[in-house]
């Protein structure tokens, strides 16, 4: 295909890829744009043609989706923040359950009938707890830029306010531009603390509030329809899925490699006068062996919530081994959960019951996710030594 940087090309979009990019095809060669609707038709610049595929950046829109809405954001389309602003909410909720399930068919086989449609935040602008901003010299305008990357490059967009972001977060934005660091390149961290929460600074938190609750009820649900007795819960953080779900099993544990959120977590539990569970510092590759030993397998449920890289293959052996009753995996990475999924239902060990999205992070690409895996039918392998 000719197609060279710069050239204008009229596209009509016929898919949205994960990630938030549109699809298009001149003469059957793939064209990504961003900002952009399945059925629309555009005019698009190009600025990046590869031996399979050209990209492209949004000129105009010659024919509207009635899904477009007028973003609210006057940074949108600069800011690298938020993908799917011009999208009216119903159907990036549409979007998002369409991206998991083509995602988990294409990388494990999964039938897309499992995935449930995605539970809507209750408030899709302003819920974000916690945000980064950066700095950068802006050298061209000899003055520093203050807010966060851009999409179509590294460089630090000038951001006033974040849309997605609590209205206290804003308050902290106007703070932290009113007095700006001396130098460009550092990165300010704000964030609200959740109520009656310890969370060491660098320790992991939910950035949405207000569909925490909703993301409790169906580990709750997903834990309670396996019968389970006891509960593990790895990379368990300040011990929040473990003291929430307590009072649904006779024991529980939770794993985490960072000292200083265990040290929270059991603090956390305390408070909350949660006595029937322990919490244990160390890699999950390390810890678990020794679990598994003291638990019965039959009765328990395994709680896998990982960093966005996904599970070591040590410790997604070590479970197909061990093969508990029940995996309850949650992740804010579907390709990453996708693929440890595909590894873990190998040869019937586990099967996937079903999977609940949740729009944690509306406006954006990002969904999270909670699958229900229970083992399979096969006689057991024995427990590691």
């Known amino acids: 295909m000719n197609l060279s940087v710069g050239q204008l090309v009229t596209l009509t979009i016929q898919d949205l890829a994960?990630?938030?990019?549109?699809?298009?095809?001149?003469?059957?060669?793939?064209?990504?744009?961003?900002?952009?609707?399945?059925g629309e038709t555009v005019e698009a610049e190009i600025t990046e043609v590869k031996k399979n595929f050209a990209r492209a950046k949004l000129a105009r829109v010659l024919t509207a989706s009635p899904d477009r809405v007028k973003p609210e954001c006057a940074h949108f389309g600069a800011c690298g923040g938020c993908q799917y602003q011009h999208l009216d909410y119903a159907a990036q909720l549409r979007v998002k359950h369409k991206q998991i399930s083509d995602l988990f068919h294409r990388i494990g086989g999964i039938e897309k009938d499992?995935?449930?449609?995605?539970?809507?935040?209750?408030?899709?602008?302003?819920?974000?707890?916690?945000?980064?901003?950066?700095?950068?010299?802006?050298?061209?305008?000899?003055?520093?830029?203050?807010?966060?990357?851009?999409?179509?490059?590294?460089?630090?967009?000038?951001?006033?306010?974040?849309?997605?972001?609590?209205?206290?977060?804003?308050?902290?934005?106007?703070?932290?531009?009113?007095?700006?660091?001396?130098?460009?390149?550092?990165?300010?961290?704000?964030?609200?603390?959740?109520?009656?929460?310890?969370?060491?600074?660098?320790?992991?938190?939910?950035?949405?509030?207000?569909?925490?609750?909703?993301?409790?009820?169906?580990?709750?649900?997903?834990?309670?329809?396996?019968g389970a007795k006891h509960f593990v819960d790895l990379y368990c953080g300040v011990g929040f899925f473990g003291i929430e779900l307590a009072d649904t099993v006779e024991s529980f544990v939770g794993v985490e490699y960072d000292p200083q959120a265990i040290k929270a977590a059991r603090k956390n539990a305390a408070k909350r006068n949660v006595t029937n569970g322990e919490f244990l510092a160390g890699m999950v590759e390390e810890v678990l062996p020794g679990l598994v030993r003291k638990l019965t397998p039959a009765a328990t449920s395994v709680m896998i919530d990982p960093p966005r890289k996904g599970c070591r293959p040590e410790a997604l052996e070590l479970l197909r081994r061990v093969r508990p009753a029940q995996l309850i995996y949650v992740s804010c990475h579907p390709a990453t959960m996708a693929r440890d999924l595909n590894i873990l239902c190998a040869d019937g060990v586990f099967e996937l019951a079903r999977v609940q999205p949740l729009d944690m992070f509306p406006q954006t690409q990002h969904v999270e996710c909670v699958a229900d895996l229970r083992a399979g039918c096969e006689e057991a392998v024995a427990e590691p030594n």
């Open 114 to 226: 499992v995935v449930a449609p995605v539970v809507p935040c209750p408030r899709p602008f302003g819920y974000r707890n916690r945000i980064m901003i950066r700095s950068q010299w802006n050298k061209p305008e000899q003055r520093l830029n203050i807010g966060f990357v851009r999409w179509d490059c590294g460089l630090v967009e000038d951001v006033f306010e974040c849309k997605i972001a609590e209205p206290a977060l804003n308050e902290e934005i106007k703070r932290v531009r009113a007095n700006p660091p001396p130098k460009g390149g550092i990165k300010v961290v704000l964030r609200i603390p959740p109520e009656d929460w310890e969370v060491p600074p660098d320790s992991f938190f939910q950035n949405n509030f207000f569909l925490l609750p909703q993301l409790v009820d169906t580990a709750r649900e997903f834990l309670k329809a396996s």
């Open 18 to 38: 994960f990630g938030g990019e549109g699809v298009a095809r001149v003469d059957d060669f793939v064209v990504f744009v961003p900002f952009v609707i399945v």
